[in-house]
């Protein structure tokens, strides 16, 4: 499995599909990830193809999309009037403007969302460095400082999650989870 | 052809285009089975007028959304209006690219393995779904905003604190599942529930699971989360004022997000296209054949979910703001919060995939939280203060 396909650095699936094409030299052309052998390219790069596919998708959900609000533009019939272009109030005139002031309450939750996805964001790189740790005991080792194990991972994000309970706890104690 | 669909870009593309027609398919019966369904649940016929068994229903709403009259307001913020309708279906509609359909294919049968039969398959593939996921809260919010309409807005700032607040949970369940498979790669995550010793997330964590299908629920707002239409106080929501094919395409952008939900879920915690024991549906299967019946698999237990989702919105009744928000704040969150320290702590022991370990740890946690909910008393509201008490046993010894 290791250190069979040039291009491939451990990575077992696309050793696997590169072999499936005959295994012939697997060139890298530089800076973009896109692999050539003799003249095309080749299939399932460990980088570059899932994006571009993801690209393919977004443009044709994007035509998809724009065709169906162009038709629809096209086909509908169109008398325009006064009333009928009001803004529907339950039937009655409307009243002023909907972009008022609104309850603070919306203000805050907003605040305290970014407060807690940011945890969860930073959860999400460490979760694979700490399970590879964990599971393979290999250290980590970092530009700054020495290498770290499972178990300094594990404190590590102990500490973190720590600064996070108390200060969910406190919000908890103010009642700021409360609705009315 | 076989040779150039041995390229994985042109394999991608051409189950892209299979998976788009597939889904607006899918989106336009959904619609059909949530009346059927609905009808079914309140002793109704349901649709039975166009075609046979009413089977031709969707297309008779396809064209009827085409031909309506299309009114823009006169003082809506016209870019923006005409924006929303497309953010909310198209982001939907991308949400798929990632989902692994039937694993690893050998197209020409020559025993090596040619492509994968998933649209696209990035190492950050989880991470993908749950950005896409959270862009559609910009469809709710432009279209409320856009309308200048009170209802509108009303349901626009409601929708958003709820997905907000529902987002962490989701968030912290889906750790649950990471940091047991240790890969955000979908396909491994697949691959991580399937032979000797490991069985799908669901056994292992299903009270990460229900968590997971709750934030579901409330992500795409399907009720009983369904504030942000709820049409008895805000008429229709945030879509008050669009009409046409623009409302269908939130209509259908709704359904597209709970597709890509369910399929989510399947993924995480029910195996994707796997079944234990069954020939075909394992992960050596790489013939066309086994690939087919891997997506019919996949397919067949979204559209369950799908079922449960049309089942619960024909049951439940719909929260109120406060509980909406305890819920999530009070409730999901540490509990979830709990579930990945768990989660956590066992892969640290070695002991993540131990059936017993994680399912006590579970069980004992779900116990826990009965006591505690039953403990604490469920706070009153101040608006419920100022009202008189109301004894449901006897009206008469109440006065």
């Known amino acids: 499995m290791s250190g069979g396909v040039a291009g491939c650095p451990r990575h077992p699936r696309c050793e696997t599909l590169h072999s499936g094409l005959g295994g012939g030299t697997v060139k890298r052309a530089p800076r973009l990830g896109i692999a050539w052998e003799t003249g095309r390219i080749v299939t399932a790069q460990p980088f570059f193809t899932p994006y571009a596919s993801i690209v393919f998708v977004i443009a044709l959900v994007g035509v998809v999309t724009t065709a169906m609000m162009l038709l629809a533009h096209l086909v509908k019939p169109a008398k325009k009037g006064a009333v009928k272009d009001s803004t529907y109030e339950s039937g009655m005139p409307p009243i002023g403007d909907a972009r008022g002031r609104f309850n603070v309450r919306f203000y805050i939750v907003a605040m305290r969302f970014l407060l807690f996805d940011v945890e969860v964001v930073f959860l999400w790189p460490w979760v694979p460095v700490f399970h590879k740790a964990a599971t393979q005991g290999e250290a980590v080792t970092s530009a700054v400082g020495p290498s770290a194990g499972a178990g300094f991972l594990l404190a590590a994000m102990a500490v973190f999650a720590g600064f996070l309970v108390v200060g969910f706890a406190y919000e908890w104690r103010r009642g700021m989870f409360q609705w009315d | 052809m076989v040779e150039l669909l041995k390229d994985q870009f042109w394999f991608s593309a051409l189950m892209t285009v299979g998976i788009v ?76 690219a990632v989902l692994p359909w039937g694993g690893n294919v050998d197209l ?14 990035p190492g950050i593939g989880l991470l993908y779904i749950l950005g896409i996921g959270s862009l559609s809260v910009y ?28 987002e962490i949970p989701m968030g912290m369940a889906i750790v649950v599942v990471v940091i ?27 009270f990460a699971f229900f968590i997971l299908l709750v934030t579901l629920f409330a992500e795409t707002n399907r009720t009983p989360f369904d504030l942000a239409e709820a049409e008895q106080e805000l008429v229709g929501g945030y879509h008050t004022e669009y009409g046409a094919l623009k409302f269908g395409m939130f209509f259908l952008g709704e359904y597209a997000h709970m597709i890509t939900g369910s399929g989510f879920i399947v993924v995480l915690f029910l195996g994707g296209w796997h079944l234990p024991g069954v020939p075909g549906l394992q992960p050596g299967d790489v013939s066309v054949g086994a690939m087919l019946l891997k997506i019919t698999v996949m397919a067949g237990k979204i559209a369950a979910f799908m079922f449960l989702f049309m089942w619960v919105r024909w049951t439940l009744p719909r929260f109120r703001f406060d509980q909406l928000m305890r819920l999530s704040w009070q409730g999901l969150l540490p509990i979830s919060m709990a579930l990945a320290g768990y989660a956590t702590v066992l892969v640290y022991l070695g002991k993540s995939t131990s059936i017993p370990w994680a399912l006590g740890g579970n069980i004992v946690l779900l116990a826990l939280t009965l006591v505690i909910s039953q403990l604490r008393q469920t706070p009153v509201t101040g608006r419920q203060t100022n009202m008189p008490a109301i004894s449901l046993t006897s009206p008469a010894k109440a006065r």
């Open chain 2, 108 to 121: 020409d049968a020559d025993g090596a393995v040619d492509v994968a039969a998933q649209v696209a398959d």
């Open chain 2, 180 to 206: 047991t498979a240790g890969t955000l790669r979908l396909e491994d995550i697949v691959l991580s529930q399937i032979g000797d010793g490991h069985v799908w997330n669901i056994v292992l964590h299903p």
């Open chain 2, 139 to 166: 469809g709710v919010v432009l279209g409320g905003w856009a309308n200048n309409n009170k209802y509108a807005f009303f349901a626009a700032m409601r929708s958003t604190a709820q997905m907000l607040s529902y």
């Open chain 2, 21 to 96: 027609v597939a889904l607006l398919t899918a989106q336009a019966y959904s619609i059909y089975f949530e009346r059927k369904i609905s009808a079914w649940i309140q002793d109704r016929i349901g649709p039975n007028r166009v075609g046979p068994l009413g089977l031709l229903q969707p297309l008779a709403d396809g064209g009827k959304f085409l031909l309506k009259e299309d009114i823009i307001p006169a003082n809506v913020d016209k870019p923006l209006f005409l924006l929303a309708p497309m953010i909310a279906f198209g982001v939907a509609m991308i949400g798929f």
